[in-house]
């Protein structure tokens, strides 16, 4: 039997998760709920909103007040239903006390009355009163930690090459168990050896168009990427999306799960300002799935994607990561996901505006990015036009 949860604790939880004081791991424990039913009920009430601001435009009058006199009418209907299935006094408790009010009446121990007539009386499922929610393991967070450092100092290294690492410094760890972090943390090798980075095998994989190609203006060459970033008690994914020549940031999203969500809606926002001839990623399931490569189907955009294994295929994008690691993630140690958002915010402005690059002759990515572009490409940004 399956775990039942009202409205309002649903919209209690998303909103807190929304707010982002927690990662979404510590919000699911807090409440007793699997950080993946969490996921889903965020993208419900995301997706949700589209409909729910179109309908506040409707101008048909009368259509909306058939549509709603239709929808009391339901209402009425299912309370009614419901009103026979109830009890008075099961319908009294869940009308005046909470979900953790309701849990802490249950009595586990000497009580006269079982625990499963107490759960059946106070409308809440047994698993509620026996689950006891797994606090975020910080060892875990340790290893993974350790993890994203070797990786951002050494791109090259695999799953093996990175267990060596952290058993030299002290860390008694297998390999199995590094090649688990790395894939919830979203890492993948990039040599041939355990490929962490999986596509899904009836999805197209595009050849790599960038051998040997002279990288000659903006908007040439657009590079894509998601890496992990690391917070005091969880992690968070930062997918970004880099002009080449210019090292300038088109585009850039941060959340808290590796669902392909947050890639489409950066990828839609640079779209919108500009148009690349080739657009490069890996061949992870991101970026081989139909929803990423729909995006691509109406425009003049060529898909590239990196050689199986080879390092140096994406070598701009990790290049970047290595800089916002170093610059700003590891210096910080980001106390929640607010406070994360905030700093990347801060920092990839100063990253493409002030921060002048040695490989750009000392001039910053924006500089490059507008004054060497062809106009017609893309779309200025009014303070610039």
């Known amino acids: ?19 982002e004081d927690k990662t979404l791991s510590q ?3 807090a409440h007793g709920v699997h950080p993946t039913q969490v996921s889903q009920w965020r993208d419900q009430a995301l997706s949700g909103m589209t409909g729910l601001f179109s309908r506040a435009k409707e101008n048909d009058w009368a259509a909306k007040e058939a549509a709603h006199e239709q929808e009391k009418q339901e209402l009425y209907a299912e309370i009614g239903r419901l009103t026979k299935q109830l ?8 009308d005046s006390l909470s979900r953790d009010e309701l849990l802490a009446l249950v009595e586990r121990e000497a009580s006269e009355v079982s625990i499963v007539v107490q759960c059946e009386l106070l409308s809440i499922h047994r698993s509620g009163v026996y689950y006891a929610p797994r606090p975020v393991d910080q060892r875990d967070l340790h290893i993974q930690r350790r993890i994203d450092g070797v990786y951002t100092a050494y791109p090259f290294y695999g799953v093996r090459k990175i267990t060596a690492q952290l058993r030299a410094d002290g860390l008694l760890v297998n390999h199995k168990a590094v090649a688990r972090h790395m894939q919830i943390m979203g890492l993948r090798a990039i040599y041939p050896g355990p490929n962490l980075s ?4 009836q999805h197209t994989v595009y050849p790599y168009l960038l051998r040997g190609l002279m ?3 903006p908007n040439q060459v657009w590079g894509v990427d998601i890496t992990y970033i690391r917070l005091r008690s969880g992690w968070m ?13 088109v585009s850039w999203t941060l959340d808290l799960t590796l669902e392909i969500g947050f890639v489409l809606e950066a990828m839609r926002s640079a779209l919108a300002t500009a148009m690349p001839t080739i657009c490069n990623s890996e061949q992870g399931s991101h970026f081989t799935s139909p929803q990423y490569i729909g995006l691509f189907q109406d425009t ?12 140096l295929d994406n070598i701009f994008t990790e290049r970047l990561w290595r800089t916002v690691k170093y610059e700003e993630v590891y210096l910080k140690d980001y106390a929640s996901p607010r406070e994360a958002r905030s700093g990347l915010s801060a920092y990839l402005d100063f990253y493409n505006h002030r921060r002048l690059h040695q490989a750009l002759d000392y001039q910053t990515p924006a500089s490059i ?3 060497k572009g062809d106009p017609s490409t893309y779309n200025l940004p009014a303070f610039l036009s």
């Open 237 to 249: 994914y930062l997918f970004a999306v880099l002009d080449w020549y210019s090292r300038f940031v």
């Open 87 to 94: 009890s008075w006094l099961k319908k009294k408790l869940a």
């Open 215 to 217: 990288i000659e203006h």
């Open 198 to 201: 999986k596509r899904a095998h």
């Open 27 to 29: 919000v699911a424990a």
């Open 300 to 311: 003049p955009v060529q898909i590239s994607m990196d050689g199986k294994g080879r390092a």
């Open 1 to 19: 039997m399956r775990n039942s949860y009202s409205s309002e604790f649903k919209a209690k939880v998303v909103r807190e998760v929304l707010r």
């Open 369 to 371: 990015y507008f004054k």
